[in-house]
């Protein structure tokens, strides 16, 4: 079982959907989540950081982590074709590097 | 935000040659960078840890001899790609961390390597 599992789609939306990104994880161990958005040929750029349960709201975005499922959420309101990317989910422990997930393409239909 | 900078963002070399990629944090100092790299339409793979001052730690199945790591400065690692392979062809990229307990974590622009 892979520690970190993402749905890799592609996930195609009409422009103003909500978007929902789901990732569940293995390792309890895992200390932070992060969301990055990376588009074609470009390094991942960061979208949200959250270190405990609940919600975290930015925007249009929202990040949302439940700890005792081992599962985060990210929600994309008002969707724009700008949005179409790749979404990769992270988690980290201390200064070690990030456990990634496999990320998933959406695509935001005009 | 924090900046992370990676230089060159593509390169083509020839079968049997080295190349040298940069990666720099712009204005902020890390001690730690990691080293990634990518095929298409997959996840990023960790290569190894950068540690300023000392040597890197590689990934199970990463090539220490081919894959050096130098970590001279607070601001900068370098990754060599030595005898580079058409194999050897992908995305490279890097990433620092910031702040003393490292979780937030930047990534470059990465650098897209060819090997012809």
């Known amino acids: 079982q892979k520690e970190v599992e993402q749905d890799p789609g592609p996930l195609s939306v009409p422009e103003g959907a909500i978007v929902s990104l789901n990732c569940t994880y293995s390792n309890s161990a895992f200390q932070y989540f992060m969301w990055y958005r990376q588009y074609s040929r470009k390094g991942p750029e960061l979208l949200m950081y959250t270190y405990s349960s609940g919600n975290k709201e930015d925007g249009r975005f929202t990040a949302q982590v439940d700890k005792s499922s081992k599962y985060i959420s990210l929600f994309i309101r008002d969707s724009q074709p700008s949005d179409s990317a790749t979404y990769l989910c992270?988690?980290?422990?201390?200064?070690?590097?990030?456990?990634f997930g496999s990320g998933t393409r959406l695509q935001v239909q005009p | 935000g924090a900046v992370v900078s990676q230089h060159p963002s593509w390169v083509i070399c020839k079968s049997g040659t080295s190349v040298k990629i940069e990666c720099r944090s712009l204005?902020?100092?890390?001690?730690?960078m990691f080293w990634y790299r990518q095929f298409p339409k997959q996840s990023l793979m960790l290569m190894a840890t950068s540690n300023e001052g000392s040597k890197a730690t590689y990934e199970q199945g990463v090539e220490k001899d081919k894959f050096l790591i130098n970590h001279a400065s607070l601001t900068l690692s370098t990754l060599t790609v030595t005898s580079a392979h058409p194999e050897d062809s992908s995305f490279y990229i890097c990433s620092a961390s910031l702040g003393d307990s490292g979780n937030t974590i930047y990534f470059g622009e990465g650098s897209w390597l060819t090997v012809v």
């Open positions: 992270a988690r980290g422990t201390g200064r070690r590097a990030l456990t």
């Open positions: 204005d902020f100092q890390a001690t730690t």
